[in-house]
């Protein structure tokens, strides 16, 4: 079986190659091997690979700089999808694709279920919802991980900024007010390479799943959890999101409930703490 993964040098793509390594030939695109701006050059990659899965890792994820650009957010992560996924179509390729929990309002007391009506509060929530909507729309073979919170040995993301601002700040300040699963970007890899490997896949249905880490925490919980497992002893203020202004709204409650990926995969992704320590561990 040959495979596509674009986003390659991301923090899941980077993650995944080593992971799909043993389904199949995998053909990995970074920007330069593969720029999702260029429609037509994702029509002749795929083309010429001819993957039987195509596994789309890039998005234009800067949640906050999403706001301002949103032309180019919508440009990667619905007009480039919709090609892939129109690609996908056209050979009969299985899409791999990942969403997230910011296609939620976060109002909901509960973690969110894949039926749950979706209500972006930001520019890239509504760009993901959007992408959903055209790989659904195209009728191509697909599967849709929602995940929330990514992070990873690689990138930039909150567990190295929290580290980074730590040893040079005499005080941190960070939210308690939103509630999450921090995900780490192994996780995902592994329960997709585990998905793919199910010997019943072409039997089951195209859609969407929810794939988050276990258990739940704030991001102030996550911070104060990263600087305890590494003995650093900077202080962590908890502070409301209205303490803390941003540009994108986020949810209040970003939980997902991975229920629907466990009883058709079997797939269950361990605590978050697991997934952290790993990390940790990992860049040591
Ligand atoms: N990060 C999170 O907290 C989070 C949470 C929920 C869901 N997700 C979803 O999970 C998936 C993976 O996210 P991630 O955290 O791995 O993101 P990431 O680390 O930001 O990686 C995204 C990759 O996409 C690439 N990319 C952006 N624009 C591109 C373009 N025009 N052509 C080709 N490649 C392009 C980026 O390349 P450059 O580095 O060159 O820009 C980057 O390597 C995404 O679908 C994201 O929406 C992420």
């Known amino acids: 079986m040959r495979i596509a993964l674009t986003g390659s040098k991301g923090q899941v793509g980077s993650a995944l190659a080593p992971a799909l390594d043993s389904l199949g030939a995998l053909s990995t695109f970074d920007r330069h091997g593969l720029d999702l701006l260029d429609l037509q050059s994702i029509r002749t990659t795929i083309a010429q690979v001819r993957p039987g899965i195509i596994i789309n890792a890039a998005a234009y994820t800067a949640v906050d700089r999403a706001e301002r650009e949103r032309d180019a957010v919508f440009a990667v992560n619905v007009q480039a999808v919709a090609e892939l996924a129109h690609a996908a179509k056209s050979m009969d390729a299985l899409l791999i694709h990942f969403s997230t929990d910011y296609v939620f309002d976060g109002e909901k007391p509960t973690p969110y279920i894949e039926a749950d009506a ?139 409930d991975n229920t629907q990926i466990g009883a058709t995969f079997g797939v269950a992704l361990p605590d978050w703490r697991q997934g952290m320590a790993a990390v940790l561990a990992a860049i040591n």
């Open 118 to 256: 979706p209500n972006p509060l930001s520019v890239y929530g509504h760009s993901k919802l959007a992408g959903e909507r055209a790989i659904a729309a195209s009728g191509c073979r697909h599967f849709i991980f929602r995940t929330s919170w990514v992070y990873g040995p690689l990138g930039r993301n909150f567990l190295h900024a929290i580290l980074a601002a730590a040893r040079s700040k005499p005080e941190l300040r960070v939210v308690n007010d939103q509630r999450g699963a921090p995900t780490s970007s192994a996780a995902i890899a592994g329960a997709v390479a585990q998905v793919l490997a199910n010997p019943d896949l072409s039997t089951k249905a195209s859609g969407l799943y929810h794939l988050s880490a276990g258990g739940e925490t704030t991001w102030h919980g996550f911070a104060t959890a990263i600087l305890r497992a590494k003995g650093i002893k900077t202080p962590i203020l908890a502070v409301g999101s209205h303490e803390y202004p941003v540009a994108a709204k986020r949810p209040k409650n970003s939980l997902l």
